[in-house]
């Protein structure tokens, strides 16, 4: 049943994790991006790392088709085939240390329904508050975002807007099945989109293999990191869908303490996000 309404009974609904930060992990992921991976014991880690946490392993029944946990759980048993992570806003309080435990309590905070050009689309937003001894390290909130299954024939994305060249800052991705799968891996997503391409073009509608909408997070995260200083507060949102085997533009600009950051893939903008930066 597609009626948010329905859905009102988990709203406010809570969960709590607790995980160790794992500088293999970390190093992993840097690895991957081809960055210098050298994250030990105590060292602050890169932003976004908590992403790497927190996994929900569940056994072959408690999946779903998609390879995402089933539904019904935590998150509403909305029936729409399609979701994903459209976006999110994070405020850091302080960074992540190696080594160190970390509770992550998350509750679901709103359902709403849209009705776009591809269909029905229900967001569900789920605040995740991250916290060590000392307090709160993280404050985040993240959209997901269930859909319709794909109209035949209809077109999939945004129109071309190639705007790299008033960009500062501008790096080229290739984002290939290797890197899908290990950054998949890493974050122990099983969505098969990022991995399956039968099942992408197929069942979703996809012309390709999908990036995943945090592995364009980071990249956007990382840049300004590199080239902003450290991050304050961190928003982002997907705009049209990545596709492997195509490299992909990292772009960012900056005003004063804030940079304005994008990726494009072909001309067509597939993220924007915001970054606030220390002065």
Not at 72 to 85: H, K, S, T, Y
Not at 173 to 187: E, G, K, Q, W
Not at 211 to 231: I, K, N, R, S, W
Request: a negative charge; aromatic letters at 6%; one cysteine or more.
């Amino acid at each position: 049943m597609n009626d948010p309404s329905s859905h009102t009974s988990h709203v406010g609904r809570t969960q709590v994790h607790t995980d160790r930060v794992d500088g293999a992990r970390v190093n992993a992921l840097m690895a991957a991006l081809g960055q210098e991976a050298r994250f030990a014991e105590g060292d602050a880690a890169p932003p976004l790392s908590h992403w790497l946490h927190f996994w929900d392993v569940r056994p072959p029944a408690g999946l779903g088709a998609d390879g995402h946990p089933a539904r019904g759980d935590f998150l509403p048993p909305i029936a729409l085939p399609r979701r994903m992570w459209a976006g999110g806003r994070l405020r850091f309080e302080r960074p992540l240390l190696v080594g160190s435990t970390i509770t992550r309590r998350s509750t679901i905070r709103s359902v709403t329904e849209k009705n776009g050009r591809s269909g029905t689309m229900i967001f569900v937003t789920v605040e995740h508050i991250l916290s060590d001894a000392r307090g709160e390290l993280i404050v985040e909130e993240q959209d997901i975002v269930y859909r319709d299954a794909p109209i035949p024939g209809a077109a999939v994305g945004s129109a071309r807007q190639d705007s790299t060249d008033r960009a500062d800052w501008r790096e080229e991705v290739r984002v290939d099945p290797v890197l899908l799968f290990r950054y998949s891996a890493l974050t122990m997503n099983g969505h098969r989109i990022h991995y399956d391409r039968d099942y992408a073009v197929g069942q979703e509608g996809y012309a390709g293999l999908v990036v995943h909408g945090p592995l364009q997070a980071t990249l956007l995260a990382t840049l300004a990191g590199q080239y902003g200083g450290t991050l304050v507060s961190f928003a982002f949102r997907g705009t049209s869908p990545a596709i492997d085997l195509q490299p992909i533009n990292v772009c960012g600009k900056r005003d004063r303490d804030e940079m304005t950051l994008w990726i494009e893939q072909g001309g067509v903008q597939t993220m924007t996000a915001t970054a606030q930066l220390t002065p």
